[in-house]
């Protein structure tokens, strides 16, 4: 049984452990530019850099969910750091399109282990309170990206290298390891499924946890794959691109650090159809916005796809407690899973707007942000789909309550 200092010292860790992994999103967006001009690299080849910065996350979650009940969150947070450590650092060493993207796959199967073994550490910890914690710990995502790309703008304005930036990623990722050692950690086996065996004849006897599979790649799209982009698709709109992306994910952190009296309040399911209804209006005003109301659109989508991805996980943590830790490490990783396929796809929009406006006569400045605004109207279509699923999930819902 867990004291409850290792518990809170046992949480704070695993927060700088996700706290690396917002670092490697929020410092990638501010790096795009620089990696253009320094290897000449394209929109597309951009597109695939940032699918090896999430493909990894997928391919961690199908490993480290599946051991998590025989080799415990220590040992899967020990490979974390470890693929952080190598990624971080052979990417800083990059000086090609190739290099950079295999040095990229690293951080990104680090990413993916740090959620397959600290959800479901942090589920086991807090029975009572699950998803006002799993909120709390999610919290240090949107933060961390904000933190990260703070520090990346501070080091572009004093005119050091990307590679600088990137080295900032050392700093959490040491933080968590120290943090870690020596602590003890809690059982691997939850009152709720005690093999990974039952865990997966849950899930594969779940059509309701097959739906939120792909429902979790669209709200992780929704959410990263326009973070991801916005130093691209903004940098012609009015507005500062990173300081756009430091407000929203603020705001995001807030929101999830205060979702536990919202989140008891409605119903979880309903907490995710608000979530798409706002983000669709608000994608959609991002994609018509110049100057000043691009900061408004940008507060709208952070209320949207706030409680996105920790509410997703609540949800099979809450409805479906017989997958285990095997459901929550493989939703992340079919979320991330998505988001990759979605990368190279958004580059391609870029690309192919940006030619369809060229054709259309224009040309500088008002080009790069014709394209980015028909960008972010193609994303808009993402959140549009999830309206329907929720709509349709909340009143099932509604009906089996009724008939029970």
């Not at 400045?365 to 394209?371: H, K």
Request: proline share 3%; hydrophobic share 55%; with cysteine.
């Amino acid at each position: 049984m867990q004291s409850q200092l290792n518990k809170n010292r046992l949480f704070i860790a695993s927060c700088f452990a996700l706290l690396t992994t917002a670092f490697a999103f929020g410092i990638r967006a501010g790096i795009m530019n620089d990696l253009v001009a320094d290897m000449s690299l394209t929109d597309r080849q951009l597109g695939w850099i940032n699918f090896m910065g999430i493909f990894g996350f997928p391919i961690a979650t199908l490993i480290g969910g599946p051991l998590y009940n025989t080799l415990g969150p220590r040992k899967i947070g020990n490979v974390a750091f470890i693929c952080h450590f190598i990624g971080i650092t052979f990417s800083i060493l990059s000086n090609s399109f190739y290099t950079l993207f295999f040095s990229t796959f690293f951080i990104s199967f680090a990413n993916g282990m740090v959620e397959a073994a600290y959800n479901p550490m942090i589920a086991s910890m807090y029975t009572e309170k699950r998803a006002t914690m799993l909120n709390r710990f999610h919290v240090w995502f949107p933060g961390g990206i904000a933190i990260g790309s703070i520090l990346a703008l501070l080091v572009a304005n004093i005119g050091w290298g990307w590679q600088l930036k990137l080295s900032i990623m050392y700093i959490p990722a040491i933080i968590y390891f120290v943090m870690f050692r020596g602590q003890k950690f809690p059982e691997t086996r939850s009152e709720s499924s005690s093999s990974t065996a039952e865990n997966f004849k849950a899930i594969l006897k779940s059509p309701i946890y097959w739906v939120m599979l792909i429902c979790m790649a669209l709200t992780a799209t929704t959410e990263l794959g326009t973070q991801s982009w916005v130093e691209r698709i903004l940098a012609n709109s009015g507005a500062q691109p990173l300081l756009v992306l430091a407000m929203v994910t603020v705001l995001m952190a807030v929101g999830r650090f205060f979702a536990g009296p919202l989140i008891h309040r409605l119903n979880i399911t309903g907490v995710l159809l608000s979530s798409a209804v706002i983000a669709s209006v608000a994608i959609y005003l991002m994609s018509i916005a110049t100057g000043g109301m691009v900061y408004f659109a940008a507060i709208l989508f952070a209320i949207g796809v706030c409680y996105f991805w920790p509410t997703m996980i609540s949800f099979i943590a809450e409805y479906q407690p017989k997958t285990g830790a095997l459901g929550m490490s493989l939703i992340g990783g079919v979320g991330m899973l998505g988001l990759s396929i979605f990368q190279p796809i958004i580059g391609g929009w870029i690309e192919g707007h940006r030619a369809t406006k060229a054709a259309e006569g224009l040309t500088g400045e008002a080009l790069e942000l014709a394209a980015g605004q028909a960008t972010l109207a193609n994303i808009a279509i993402i959140p549009m789909l999830l309206i329907g699923v929720f709509l349709f999930i909340f009143f099932w819902q509604r009906k089996q309550a009724s008939q029970s």
